[in-house]
């Protein structure tokens, strides 16, 4: 069973640097196909992707905001982090991580979210 | 970068109807499409992936169709527990969200 949680602080400050935690179980990060990313939530928003990184270490991120992004991960840990930095209370959301499962619909791959944590909300306020 | 765009925003409807929710996407994403389903306070779940393949445990009378720009999720039969906001999502490159589509209650 895949589980995935998230954790950091609750509270931010304007220009500060969040950094969350993504710890999870039932998977390895260092199987080949398997990813975890990173996805949020403004109150009463839609969801917003953020960032991904792979079992081989490559990464994307959002064009959007790829300057003030990192994502990394700890395998022997099972976490994956994000920091984000010079934050504004625009970034006020709900942060969720999710697994990213290679489907295999008749020889071809496909990715989906088919686990996410319970995700965690970051209020950024002075 | 890829935008998803879903119509409509949002519906009212009742038991039993018919309901179908459509996803463009900017861009050709052949079939790198996923559907997902959120309620209030909790994770998005998992309905449909690879446009139309349904996830194990999701009912079947959730569907998908589509290919290349246009998608369509059905819900052949509304069901009480299937109020919520629904969220189309591409694979193709990197990944992007529609704006969610709510189904409410008529």
């Known amino acids: 069973q895949i589980t995935l949680k998230e954790s950091g602080p609750t509270l931010v400050k304007p220009t500060q640097t969040l950094t969350l935690t993504c710890s999870f179980s039932?998977?390895?990060?260092?199987?080949?196909?398997?990813?975890v990313d990173w996805i949020r939530q403004p109150p009463g928003k839609a969801l917003e992707w953020l960032a991904l990184i792979y079992w081989d270490d490559n990464k994307r991120y959002s064009p959007s905001l790829k300057s003030r992004l990192t994502i990394t991960k700890d395998t022997s840990k099972n976490q994956v982090v994000l920091t984000m930095t010079n934050m504004d209370p625009v970034d006020t959301a709900t942060y969720y991580c999710?697994?990213?499962?290679?489907?295999?619909?008749?020889?071809?791959?496909?990715?989906?979210?088919?686990?996410w944590g319970q995700g965690t909300m970051v209020t950024v306020s002075s | 970068d890829i935008q998803m765009i879903q119509s409509p925003s949002s519906l009212s409807a009742s038991v039993g109807d018919r309901v179908t929710i459509t996803c463009r996407a900017s861009?050709?994403?052949?079939?790198?499409l996923n559907w997902y389903q959120q309620k209030p306070g909790k994770a998005p779940k998992l309905l449909i992936y690879a446009a139309s393949s349904l996830q194990s445990g999701v009912p079947s009378r959730f569907s998908g169709s589509g290919s290349g720009t246009d998608f369509t999720l059905t819900i052949s039969s509304l069901q009480l527990e299937d109020f919520a906001t629904y969220y189309c999502?591409?694979?193709?490159?990197?990944?992007?969200f529609g704006q969610g589509t709510k189904v409410e209650i008529k």
């Open positions: 999710a697994h990213s499962y290679n489907f295999d619909n008749s020889g071809s791959f496909f990715d989906a979210f088919d686990t």
């Open positions: 999502q591409q694979s193709y490159r990197t990944r992007t």
């Open positions: 861009q050709s994403v052949a079939g790198y």
């Open positions: 039932g998977f390895s990060l260092s199987s080949s196909g398997v990813a």
